[in-house]
């Protein structure tokens, strides 16, 4: 191979890589969008909305499996209807330390989740770690998940309460 060729093939690879980050931020940021500052699910209407905007990171084929949070789910659309009845009234999601292995137009890739979570069932705030597996494909809609599996490492109680811990989620234009 040519050095040109090598570079590009390089570069190219640098590119998908950032390509997939910038799909699970995107995931992130939708699966974020349904909570209030004030750690609450906001109204159907944006909670649907955020969902399918989350949905849409996945393939149309895509398998996603949330373990105790939402069993194995086949398809877009079946993926995107289990975001509207999320499991959690609040949740934050952090998806850190990728590492992606990318292979033509297919890419493994493995996240550590941080997640601050509100449980729909109480009122306990808590830390979860966790990781999560993809298979990602390039698409004709760019890079999609098409399979996801996601296991709790940690689950942390914070609080009993979620009064005890708004000091960890400042509210919209509160100071950190």
Not at 33 to 57: G, I, M
Not at 106 to 113: F, G, K
Not at 116 to 126: F, L, N, T, Y
Request: aromatic share 8%.
């Amino acid at each position: 191979m040519s050095g040109a060729a090598d570079l590009s093939g390089r570069i190219a690879a640098i590119e998908h890589r950032e390509e997939i980050r910038d799909l699970m931020q995107r995931y992130a940021r939708a699966a974020d969008a349904k909570y209030t500052p004030d750690l609450n699910l906001r109204d159907p209407e944006a909670v649907s909305q955020a969902a399918a905007e989350q949905a849409a990171c996945f393939a149309e084929d895509a398998a996603w499996s949330a373990g105790q949070f939402g069993g194995v789910l086949t398809g877009r659309a079946a993926i995107a209807k289990f975001f509207e009845s999320s499991p959690w009234s609040y949740a934050l999601h952090h998806y850190v330390c990728p590492e992606i292995a990318v292979d033509g137009d297919t890419a493994e890739v493995r996240w550590r989740l941080i997640e601050i979570g509100c449980p729909q069932a109480d009122e306990r705030v808590v830390l979860l770690s966790g990781v999560v597996e993809q298979i990602c494909r390039r698409t004709s809609e760019g890079w999609r998940i098409t399979s996801m599996n996601f296991e709790v490492l940690q689950e942390i109680e914070l609080a009993d309460s979620r009064n005890a811990v708004t000091c960890l989620i400042p509210k919209k234009g509160q100071a950190a």
